[in-house]
């Protein structure tokens, strides 16, 4: 059991370049979500999904897309990176989109964008 | 819409014991708690559904005042293995957002 899934584990970028950071679960989690992680900051929600083919904004959205075609993957798209962006990212799942579930967090992408 | 905790940052010597709030502007449906260790990703620790509620082991409990929008972990007799950043998490029963709070970090000495 694989649990959560992330990929790739760190990425440099140059400002305008665009990338996909991957994420899959194999749990059969209904909810799925991404978030950035600043230092001083905590854990800041990007975009989450409670369902394939049904994707929301969270706190921080701008300059980030997402989409859930399958139950397992919630690929997150930086359409042009800003070094804004540099920050660690953490994808999570949940069975349930209540929050009466734990999340169960993948192994993090550090991004640094130059 | 983020918790807010405190302390910031806490030092303890092992066996000491230590208190973690998080407290919330908007109404708590459940309250989790996270402990993240230096370069991973933060690990479940438990979570509380209901006002009242307490859980945990013996070393390691949380309390959920719901009429307070708060809840506390408890770390007692704390233990090296204790060391890292913990953090609360909350959502609500009308929506579907989580929100994680700034986090405080632990660190226990020898």
């Known amino acids: 059991n694989a649990g959560v899934t992330q990929t790739p584990k760190f990425q440099v970028l140059k400002t305008g370049q665009s990338m996909t950071l991957q994420c899959a679960q194999d749990m059969n989690h209904e909810y799925m979500s991404w978030y950035r992680q600043d230092p001083g900051m905590g854990l800041r929600l990007i975009h989450y999904s409670v369902g394939a083919g049904i994707t929301d904004q969270g706190e921080v959205p701008n300059g980030y897309n997402v989409s859930r075609s399958t139950t397992e993957d919630f690929p997150l798209r930086l359409l042009s990176a800003a070094p804004s962006q540099t920050s660690v990212y953490f994808c999570a799942s949940s069975y349930s989109a209540r929050a009466n579930y734990g999340y169960t967090f993948g192994s993090g992408t550090r991004l640094t964008v130059v | 819409q983020q918790p807010v905790q405190s302390p910031q940052a806490v030092i303890l010597r092992e066996g000491e014991d230590a208190v973690i709030n998080c407290s919330s502007s908007?109404?708590?449906?459940?309250v989790h708690w996270y402990r993240q260790k230096h370069g991973e990703a933060p690990v479940f620790l438990m979570i509380l559904l209901k006002g009242g509620e307490q859980k945990g082991h013996e070393k390691i409990s949380a309390s959920f005042n719901e009429k307070k929008q708060q809840s506390s972990l408890y770390l007692t007799a704390s233990q090296l293995s204790y060391s890292g950043t913990y953090f609360c998490?909350?959502?609500?029963?009308?929506?579907?957002?989580?929100?994680f709070g700034t986090g405080t970090s632990l660190t226990v000495i020898p």
């Open positions: 998490g909350t959502g609500s029963n009308t929506g579907n957002q989580f929100y």
């Open positions: 908007k109404a708590l449906y459940s």
